[in-house]
């Protein structure tokens, strides 16, 4: 019995491997998978033809030879199931559905006024019901649905902070799966959006990546030798609570003078109003102004972007990446915000570690996050025993 054990969880590990590289290297041959993982050519074509009546892969065609018969070449077959991601924002929520391989199929957003948890779940299972009604049929249906909170969330999916939505011990993952009978993964958003742009975006060749999410907060996502750094207990990344200015002004998270008070969307709007006089100014109309030649826009804009420069200079003394990527909605107003962020980092900064340092705005935009979310679920489904282990009860010979 035991041998038997032995055997079958080599082969589950062993179609894993196989399945893994075939997703990130697709369109591959048999013998290219066996010459990368180290696997014998008969074991490789098995579970090959596992996969393909599993509909995971299939063939389209031979391939280049330099001489021989031509490999007949395998494809993941990304359309056999779609993934859901919900990007929760302060005031707004950004669905998306994606294939199994991330790829951006549809997406649908609205706007909220945070004005109770209730009414925020009602919006995010609306627009759960959005995407699941807009997805192909394919063989596994949906496989799982990632949300990205702007908080702190435990392993069980409970939502434990998030200050800017005034949250406490949700249990969100719960509320969810009862609601669709779904796997559920709930995250920080920044770390969705860091994992985003590490497999999506520009950060793809970069071990060391730290993503910062400029939205009504600041929240910021760590990847570290290629792998999310979540720290000892998940609250890893909460850089924007960390205080700039130590008298400063009270933050909801009840510390004093936190960096996002001074360089997030909301900084940007509560100057806006004071300047404009106008209660009800929008980042879209402050873009416009500075568009349009407003100084006073642009030196708001100006004032944010030496604050942004601040703060990632502590993140640069902290953890000297090799790529500091900034996005959410406050990535827009790149052309204004470059040139002063530059000129604090350079200031404040030691020189070595601004040598192989790159800061880029994000090449994802607002959708990092929510496809990084997908990228939770897509992972998830993939590392289940549903798919690793108990396939083939599922697709019989």
């Not at 009414?119 to 759960?128: N, T």
Request: glycine share 10%; hydrophobic share 40%.
């Amino acid at each position: 019995m035991k041998q038997t054990g032995d055997l079958n969880l080599i082969k589950k590990i062993n179609k894993s491997i196989v399945l893994d590289y075939l997703r990130r290297h697709s369109p591959i041959s048999r013998a290219r998978i066996a010459e990368l993982t180290g696997l014998t050519k008969a074991t490789v074509s098995s579970l090959v033809n596992e996969l393909i009546t599993s509909n995971l892969a299939h063939e389209i065609g031979a391939g280049m030879s330099s001489g021989g018969r031509k490999p007949m070449m395998l494809h993941f077959h990304a359309a056999a199931g779609y993934a859901i991601g919900i990007d929760l924002g302060v005031n707004y929520i950004l669905a998306a559905l994606t294939d199994l391989s991330g790829t951006l199929i549809d997406e649908y957003k609205l706007e909220h006024q945070n004005s109770s948890l209730e009414q925020v779940i009602e919006l995010i299972q609306a627009s759960i019901r959005v995407m699941i009604a807009r997805a192909p049929q394919s063989t596994y249906g949906i496989v799982g649905i990632g949300i990205g909170v702007p908080g702190i969330s435990d392993e069980q999916g409970n939502v434990l902070f998030a200050p800017n939505l005034g949250w406490q011990h949700v249990p969100l993952r719960n509320l969810i799966e009862n609601e669709f009978n779904l796997p559920v993964v709930i995250d920080n958003e920044a770390n969705a959006g860091a994992v985003g742009e590490k497999q999506f975006g520009i950060g793809k060749s970069a071990a060391q990546l730290v993503y910062l999410s400029i939205g009504m907060g600041i929240g910021t996502g760590i990847i570290l030798k290629g792998e999310l750094f979540r720290g000892s207990s998940g609250f890893s990344g909460e850089v924007g609570h960390a205080s700039i200015q130590y008298d400063g002004k009270t933050c909801v998270c009840g510390n004093y003078g936190c960096w996002e008070l001074y360089a997030s969307e909301n900084a940007l709007l509560e100057a806006g109003r004071l300047e404009f006089s106008d209660p009800k100014i929008t980042l879209e109309q402050l873009l416009k102004l500075a568009g349009e030649g407003s100084l006073e826009a642009k030196a708001l804009f100006t004032q944010l972007g030496r604050f942004l420069g601040i703060g990632i200079v502590m993140i640069i003394n902290t953890y000297n990446p090799e790529m500091i990527v900034i996005g959410g909605r406050i990535a827009l107003a790149q052309q204004w915000l470059m040139t002063p962020m530059q000129a604090e980092i350079t200031k404040r900064s030691h020189p070595y570690p601004l040598q192989q340092l790159h800061v880029q705005f994000s090449e994802l935009g607002s959708k990092a996050a929510v496809l990084g979310a997908c990228s939770f679920a897509i992972s998830s489904f993939f590392s289940s025993n549903k798919v690793m282990v108990e396939l083939q009860s599922y697709f019989p010979d």
